[in-house]
Structure formats: C-alpha cells, structure tokens
C-alpha cells in the first residue's frame, strides 16, 4: 500500500515541533516558569553590587519582582541596577549592612516605594585569607560585623514587618564553609556557622507566622570574591578547587527554587551535600584533602591587611 505523501501544513507542524522539543531540552529549570512569576512580590538584596548579590537581583527582577538593590558603593549598585533593567521595578540604594540605621532607612524606602517586602535576602559579605595564628583580631572582629552581625540586623529590621503581613522569606547566603571549616579561612567559615545556626534557629522560632527562613550554601563560586578578601599576615592560602565552580546564576536558581519550595536549607551545587556528610561521618578524610590544597600565596597577593 503506498503512503500519502505529508501536506505543507503537516510538514510546517512536524518542523516546529522539532523546534519547540529543541527549545524545550536547552531551557534552564528557571525558564519553565511563567515569566512573570514573581510579579507584585517585593524583593531586597544586600551586597547587590556583584556576583551573587546581583544575579539574585537579575533572577527575581526578570520574573516580575520589585526588587531593591544594595551595597556600600552606591555607584557601583547604581550599576548593577542599570545592568539588570527593569527601571521602574527597581531601585539601588548605599547601605552598610554594619549600621542598623542604614538598614532601618532601606526598611522604611523599600515600604514607602513598594508598599511591602517579601524577601530579604542577607547577601553582603566578604573573606579574610589568614591564619588563626596569625590574623589580625580587628579584620577578625570586622568580617563578623559585616557577614554575621549585619544578616542579624537586617533580620530584625524585617521580621517585624514580615510577621505583620503574615508572609515574607529571609533568606540567608551562607557557604559549604559553614559546614565544614576552611584552614587559612577559619574566621571567614565561623561567620558562615554562626549564620548557619542563627538562620535555622529563626526558622524554628518563626513557625507558624507565615514567615520563613531560607539558608542558602553555595560551594565555590566563580566571581571576584576570592579576588576581593581580605588578605592577612599567613603566607599560605587555600587553593581554589580545580573544576572551577558555578556560577552566581546557578546559585541563584537555588535559592529561587528553596525560596518556591519553603525550604530550609539549599547546598549548591547538590554534590557538596556528599562533602559535608563524609566530613561529618570521617572528617579526617577531607581535612588531610584540604590539608594538600594549602599552597603559597602568590605574590601579587602578598601583602599584608587589604583595604576593604
């Protein structure tokens, strides 16, 4: 029996189903979602400037959000902001997350422009490359300023007004290194703990208020955070993983997802999850891992203190 030849209107169907399955199969799990997901939600970011901070601020802004971008350089957020788009969505504005009245003002802007928050996101942070022998207490003391007691300001700047709508998200950027300690980075990984523990106590204190509290791990992370910390007095250092990392738009995605989710903790990427349980059931076997990843620091990174 011989077969009919296809009609123009059968092969147009069959070409642009091939190139719908084609579309489909290179999508991120960010772009099955309507793209407007998130629109009328209310989104602040510390530490927006860069990196994580601002590809956090691109994925919630592209999805409908209203989002308020922060950092201690105003210029340098102003940017951020101008990179993202979304002009009339969103808004940059200096903080140091080291002063509870630069928090408060966010606070009160944010509410006076948007009328809400849904998420606050605690983002600002930075590293100190040194030893515990070593290091400077006053860098020692200002890393905890910035990465731990800032997150805790800004979480009592919001919960406030978060448990007053009876909804909102904090999520929290911790790392793996508050799960398993970094040698030449202990101060950075103590901050990441502490977090860790004020983040998830939070959450269990909170329950049954409608909010959440979300803390986010990523690994290693390529971004100019590594080039930015604070170099101290050790002439060691830890050397940066060989595959390189991910990407600040993936631990974005993370958090977007942990965030949909109601999660409370996400470790990015997932197979770090594996690192921390063997350090947990056999620590020695990472830490003899990481002791053979100390190396000399290089010399254009030699000197002592860096400015901040």
Known sequence: MATQAPTSSETFIASNLSILRLRLTSLSPLDYKQPMEFSGKVVVVTGASMGIG???AQAFASQGASVV???RDAGRVEAARQRIGYPDRTLAV???VRNREEIDKVVSLTLHHFGRIDVWINNAGYGLSDSVAL????ECRALFETNLFGAISGMQAVLPVMKQQRSGTVINI???AGHIPLPYSGAYSATKFALNAIGKAARLELRGSGVNVLTVCPGYVRSEFANNRV??????ELSNPRQGGISPQRVAEAAIQGYRRNQREVVVPGSNRFFIWVYRLWPGVVERVMARMARPRKASASATIAPR
Do not use: H, K, N
């Open 231 to 236: 170099r101290g007095r050790d002439p060691l």
């Open 94 to 96: 200096s903080c140091d």
């Open 54 to 56: 601002e590809a956090l």
């Open 69 to 71: 971008l922060s950092s």
């Open 174 to 176: 911790s790392s793996v």
């Open 135 to 138: 290091m400077d207490m006053a």
